[in-house]
């Protein structure tokens, strides 16, 4: 990996939510000595926070992005 730090975002409704914790699940039993987290949004599906800008969950999630990538 060419970082140090992955966020995943899964959707609890979205299709790609397996494939999703797949990924976390691999990536943290790698080996790979970087830091992984997932954080899991219930009741919303793939994109809603493109559809919905505005919503609680929306904000949340973006700031969380906004976080991740502030983080030193």
Known sequence: MGCSRVLI???EKDNLRERGMFYYETLKGSGWSGKVDAVETEGEDHAFQLFNQE??????????????????
């Open 9 to 11: 975002f899964i959707a």
């Open 55 to 72: 919503s609680e969950k929306a904000v949340a999630l973006m700031n969380k992005i906004f976080s991740f990538v502030n983080e030193e």
